[in-house]
């Protein structure tokens, strides 16, 4: 079946480096755009990335950018967040997430498959 | 950046009640709107993308209105399995952005 499965979470501290991967199965992964959102304990969601689907283009926010280094491999069905410079704000549950198209009267994109997350903890 | 703005922040309704969450985007983004549900430890559910289209699978009883600005979430008839929190985002432009999430608690 259709599935997200996030990994490599764990405990760093400030300044170090994670790398979370994410392994997709059940639908053709070279055919979509994904994300990675996060959420920081007790708070709400933050997309942070996205890949396009042949990984030629990457977006991210200003609160990672610089920092933050998406890349995919779609011979693999997998999706990769390498985090440098790690600061206890990037505390949170990493979920990788597919974005899908909508087609009708225009095109819609909505996040319609999520892994179950990873989470990272960055403290001294 | 979108700022997306959601009301209440949190509710309390009974089972059966009919709850409404509002969504107001800080400019037009016509009909790009999705809603998420969210139980805890849990990843979000897609419930409406396009503000009104139904997710598949999605019970009836959850339904989306509104363009422009101002939209809206409604859920007719809440279950208890529908005590969560909700969130809308817009996907009008990149980056994408959630509002602060509506917590639907059992009165």
């Known amino acids: 079946q259709v599935q997200l499965v996030a990994s490599g979470g764990g405990l760093i501290r400030p300044g170090g480096s994670l790398r979370v991967s994410c392994a997709v199965s059940g639908f053709t992964f070279s055919d979509y755009y994904m994300s990675w959102i996060r959420q920081a304990p007790g708070k709400g969601l933050e997309w942070i990335s996205y890949?396009?689907?042949?990984?030629?283009?990457?977006y991210y926010a200003d609160s990672v950018k610089g920092r933050f280094t998406f890349s995919r491999d779609n011979a693999k069905n997998s999706l990769h967040l390498q985090m440098n410079s790690l600061r206890a704000e990037d505390t949170a549950v990493y979920y990788c997430?597919?974005?899908?198209?909508?087609?009708?009267?225009?095109?819609?994109?909505?996040?319609?498959?999520w892994g179950q997350g990873t989470m990272v903890t960055v403290s001294s | 950046d979108i700022q997306m703005t959601q009301s209440p922040s949190s509710l309390s309704a009974s089972v059966g009640d009919r709850v409404t969450i509002t969504c107001r985007a800080s400019q037009s983004i016509s009909s790009y709107l999705n809603w998420y549900q969210q139980k805890p430890g849990k990843a979000p559910k897609l419930l409406i993308y396009?503000?009104?289209s139904l997710q598949s699978g999605v019970p009836s009883r959850f339904s989306g209105s509104g363009s422009g600005t101002d939209f809206t979430l409604t859920i007719s008839g809440l279950q208890r399995e529908d005590f969560a929190t909700y969130y809308c985002?817009?996907?009008?432009?990149?980056?994408?952005?959630f509002g602060q999430g509506t917590k639907v608690e059992i009165k």
């Open positions: 997430a597919r974005e899908i198209n909508y087609y009708g009267g225009g095109s819609y994109e909505a996040f319609d498959i």
């Open positions: 985002q817009q996907s009008y432009s990149t980056p994408r952005t």
């Open positions: 890949i396009s689907n042949t990984g030629n283009t990457t």
């Open positions: 396009a503000a009104s």
